[in-house]
């Protein structure tokens, strides 16, 4: 039975993208922060499907953390096929408003952390698929989201650096979600507000990224490229 490795995966999208890879009969190698009772909800849910779920409790912004992660998963699984990189921080704030604290943990997480874990995945399993989970806000240039939209747009050039690199033996690809989720603790009525604003005047759903996740997955000459799911919002 095939593995994956997901990031980031007790909660919102990550969790989706290992409930979804468990239901298609994935063991699931499970790495979350802070997530606690959501993380042991999630586990247990996974294991539901009939297939093994390792939970790993790690700090990503620790990058000795995170060059250890992909040997911790190989004493537990022996057959990875897949990297899911979710795990990431959303801060608003422009360049002028940001302190380095958020911009070290933002760069750390969101960028370098799947930096070492794609390096890691290549010279330990060096085969199968990496998905990096990305944002369709690489497309623009919004000062909002100073730290976060570099940390992204960095992962997105990374995405095709590595496909070029190790195309013969690993495909790398991105997921660029637009209004899929409210942001954590958000009104009721974000999505709705929001989606005046998308060119289909509506907002996708989880089911939206996995079934782009299943294209990824399925399509084996797609390399390198990042599938925008947000109803236009990017272009």
Known sequence: MPTAIVTGGAIRIGQAMALH???KG?????????SGEASENTIKEVQ???????????????????????GKTLKDFDDIELLVNSAANFIQENVEQTQLESLVDTLSLNLMAPYLLMRDYKRKVNKGLIVNILDERVAKTLPTFAAYSVSKVGLKHLTELAAVEWGKSIRV???APGLILPPQGGPPDYLEKA???VPTRSHGNLEN??????YLMENTFVNGETLFVDGGESL
């Open 21 to 23: 890879l468990a239901r």
């Open 26 to 34: 994935f063991n699931i190698a499970l790495l979350y922060h802070s």
């Open 48 to 70: 539901s499907h009939g297939v093994q779920c390792q939970g790993y409790a790690a700090d990503l912004r620790n990058l000795k953390e995170a060059e250890l992660f992909i």
């Open 173 to 175: 690809n991105g997921i």
């Open 195 to 197: 989606a005046k604003k």
């Open 209 to 214: 990224l996995t079934k782009a996740l299943d």
